[in-house]
């Protein structure tokens, strides 16, 4: 079976980034980014959607299959106050219809006609590195 232009478009532009795709399918694809901060490895999975000509690039952090009442408030003003400074994503919560959980995660939305390879690149890690950077944040509380 051929590959979807989603698919072709998603492999030729991580390759052209020099980033390689765990996984992708007609409707998704996952980037995973390891990181090695202060000594601690980490990884994140950043996950590529189409919808329309716009393109979501999300990450979702370890918050998550929780009832939004059980997330403690200071987590949510964190995320708001890191969505005040961001101009290109933001935190969200986001509600997968398989479930009555939520999860925190962090996403940012281009249109696909503005993704170059470095462009592609850029978005990709800055949203796995937002998420990254927060749970690091966490595990010191």
Same mark, same amino acid.
């Given at each position: ?11 030729? @532009? %991580?390759?052209? %980034?020099?980033l390689r795709i765990s996984e992708t399918t007609p409707n998704i694809a996952k980037l995973v980014f390891k990181f090695n901060k202060?000594?601690? *490895? ?15 690039? *999300? ?15 200071? @987590? @949510? ?6 969505? %005040? ?7 969200? @919560?986001?509600?997968?219809?398989? *479930?009555?959980?939520y999860v925190l995660e962090y996403m940012a939305n281009i249109s696909s006609a503005l993704l170059t390879p470095e462009e592609f690149?850029?978005?990709?890690? %800055?949203?796995? +590195?937002? +998420? ?10």
């Amino acid at each position: 079976m051929a590959d979807s232009s989603f698919e072709t478009r998603v492999k030729t @532009l %991580a390759y052209q %980034a020099d980033l390689r795709i765990s996984e992708t399918t007609p409707n998704i694809a996952k980037l995973v980014f390891k990181f090695n901060k202060e000594g601690e *490895s980490t990884e994140q999975r950043v996950w590529i959607a189409p919808y329309g000509d716009t393109w979501e690039f *999300s990450c979702m952090s370890f918050i998550n299959n929780q009832d939004p009442k059980n997330i403690p408030p200071i @987590l @949510l003003i964190y995320a708001l106050q890191e969505n %005040a400074k961001n101009r290109r994503g933001c935190w969200t @919560l986001n509600h997968y219809s398989n *479930s009555d959980k939520y999860v925190l995660e962090y996403m940012a939305n281009i249109s696909s006609a503005l993704l170059t390879p470095e462009e592609f690149r850029k978005t990709c890690n %800055a949203v796995a +590195v937002e +998420v990254d950077d927060f749970e690091r944040i966490l595990s010191k509380i």
